[in-house]
């Protein structure tokens, strides 16, 4: 019922920029927060950033100052604006629609997409 799907990942050189984006869709009645994780070979999904309804904006302490995430509440989408990125930037990034409801009287649950793979060679 409820769809998130990603693009903008690639390659890209260290040092260079990308912007990552996601549209929710399907049955949405609203979205506490969107954002983005990311999973490296090896390594535990974590955090890069999220953006609240009130704007509020929460990041990694690796992305803080070279990443932004904006939101377009009305259209469902999420966007990472990615600067100055590194090797170690390198993996897959997941859109997370969080605290999603589908009605108004429904529970809240949160929704992933399928992940996006983004490059960074050095």
């Known amino acids: 019922q409820v769809q998130l799907v990603e693009s903008g990942g690639g390659l890209v050189q260290a040092g260079g920029s990308l912007r990552l984006s996601c549209a929710a869709s399907g049955r949405i009645f609203s979205i506490n927060a969107m954002g983005w994780y990311r999973q490296a070979p090896g390594k535990q999904r974590e955090l890069v950033a999220v953006?609240?309804?009130?704007?509020?904006?929460n990041y990694a302490d690796s992305v803080k100052g070279r990443s932004a995430v904006s939101r377009d509440s009305a259209k469902n989408t999420v966007y990472l604006q990615m600067n100055s990125l590194k090797p170690d930037d390198t993996a897959v990034y997941y859109c997370?629609?969080?605290?999603?409801?589908?009605?108004?009287?429904?529970?809240?649950?949160?929704?992933w997409g399928r992940g996006t793979q983004v490059t960074v060679s050095s």
């Open positions: 997370a629609a969080l605290g999603l409801r589908t009605t108004a009287w429904g529970t809240r649950g949160d929704y």
């Open positions: 953006i609240d309804r009130g704007s509020g904006t």
